[in-house]
């Protein structure tokens, strides 16, 4: 049985369920809100310890780095993705996770060929791309200037 893509486009739109996008959207905004209140309460903890501001910054980002790879590696912060959707993309927690997920994920092939040569598969483009960009807008910069 062939079809054409207007059959199959009508088959799949008979059988998908429709996303609940309101939903969805206060999910993302209450977990991405909520991990970033987590950071402010984690850099009022290291300033309270008595960390100067530049320090306790640090330290809050290698905390919640370290948070997201745990959680990542108990297999949680995938759980939390799933209702939370883009609301887990906060930079540097999403970040983390899209490390450590791939990481895990083929370990059974080694150090080298599985967790080291696979970490950056998802996490790499965007280190990339987001350098790159970084250069041609000094570069912009310089020339206009702005420096």
């Known amino acids: 049985m062939e079809?054409?893509?207007?059959?199959?486009?009508?088959?799949?739109?008979?059988?998908?369920?429709?996303?609940?996008?309101g939903k969805d959207m206060l999910w993302a905004f209450v977990v991405g809100g909520g991990i970033c209140v987590?950071?402010?309460?984690?850099?009022?903890?290291?300033?309270?310890a008595g960390l100067n501001e530049k320090d306790a910054a640090t330290a809050t980002s290698i905390t919640l780095i370290g948070l997201s790879a745990l959680l990542t590696g108990l297999h949680l912060y995938e759980k939390l993705a799933k209702?939370?959707?883009?609301?887990?993309?906060?930079?540097?927690?999403g970040f983390s996770n899209s490390?450590?997920?791939?990481a895990l994920e083929f370990k059974s092939e080694g150090f080298v060929l599985g967790t080291?040569?696979?970490?950056?598969?998802?996490?790499?483009?965007?280190?990339?791309?987001?350098?790159?960009?970084?250069?041609?807008?000094?570069?912009?910069?310089?020339i206009l200037g702005a420096l």
Do not use: R
């Not at 970490?119 to 910069?141: D, E, H, K, Q, R």
């Open 3 to 21: 079809l054409t893509p207007q059959e199959y486009q009508q088959l799949v739109q008979k059988h998908v369920k429709p996303s609940p996008l």
């Open 38 to 48: 987590l950071g402010q309460g984690i850099l009022d903890f290291w300033k309270a």
């Open 83 to 93: 209702y939370a959707g883009a609301g887990t993309l906060v930079p540097i927690t």
């Open 99 to 102: 490390v450590a997920s791939p």
């Open 116 to 142: 080291a040569a696979k970490m950056f598969t998802i996490a790499g483009p965007v280190i990339v791309y987001g350098i790159s960009a970084s250069i041609v807008y000094g570069i912009i910069l310089v």
